[in-house]
């Protein structure tokens, strides 16, 4: 019988998002042997393609090594937040905003927070998927890729040689944050959540009496935006078309 390694971070946490660093995160980790509870609090806003892709990664690479991955959702939220993010802004008629990110503490720092210590772990001891070409962020967090030097595209390698698929961009389908390139992604490919953000727009634009913006930083709605989609005119900044692909040699 072989008796598995110690591994240093054996017992503690890892706040798991779904994307390129979280997944190569546990999967280096995991290789390592490492050992510990994989924590993915959902909002109910994810992207399908990221439900898809976290629903594979358990099921056909952690499951075999014994690895399962802890989902927490309502039940870890107070009430007043035990709706995914698109409900909660439809009840109260608003979308978030850039100086109250509400929806990142509320349904992804504190529902970790509390299961940690609902768990006996100290949730400062969590291990984040931070890579090193973003050192300069969260850095009192615990953040294994920046201390081994693993930029993200090192990340991509490391999924790439576990003979996994490069999961998708990690965030929210109604996130303001998204680009003009990921808005006509969600338009052209779920024109239904795509119907779904606009109308919050309408909703929290009719509240407020005047526009309300989910795509600010383009100064344009959501319901004009894919009218320009039909008509095939361009409301894209064009630098987006200029950042490097993600092909890998």
Not at 58 to 63: D, G, M, P, V
Not at 157 to 184: H, N, T, Y
Not at 187 to 205: C, F, I, K, N, V
């Amino acid at each position: 019988m072989t008796t598995r390694t110690t591994h240093e971070y054996d017992g503690c946490a890892l706040s798991f998002g779904g994307g390129v660093n979280s997944v190569a995160l546990v999967v280096l980790l995991a290789s390592e042997g490492w050992r510990g509870p994989i924590l993915y609090a959902e909002t109910g806003t994810e992207w399908p393609e990221t439900d898809a892709y976290v629903a594979m990664f358990e099921r056909e690479w952690l499951a075999p090594r014994g690895l399962s991955i802890t989902r927490l959702g309502g039940e870890w939220h107070t009430p007043s937040y035990r709706y995914s993010v698109i409900e909660y802004c439809e009840r109260h008629q608003f979308t978030p905003m850039k100086r109250a990110r509400f929806c990142t503490v509320e349904w992804k720092v504190l529902p970790i927070e509390r299961w940690c210590k609902a768990n006996d772990l100290d949730p400062a001891d969590n291990l984040i998927g931070i890579a090193a070409d973003e050192a300069r962020r969260m850095t009192d967090k615990v953040r294994p890729l920046v201390d081994r030097h693993l930029d993200r595209n090192a990340c991509a390698r490391i999924i790439v040689d576990a003979g996994l698929p490069l999961p998708g961009k990690s965030a929210c389908w109604m996130c303001l944050f998204q680009s003009g390139a990921e808005w006509q992604h969600l338009y052209r490919t779920h024109p239904d959540l795509y119907e779904r953000a606009a109308a919050l727009e309408r909703l929290a634009s009719t509240k407020r009496g005047k526009p309300v913006l989910l795509m600010a930083a383009n100064k344009v709605s959501l319901d004009e935006f894919a009218a320009a989609i039909e008509a095939q005119a361009s409301w894209l900044d064009f630098a987006e078309y200029h950042v490097p692909c993600l092909c890998r040699i």
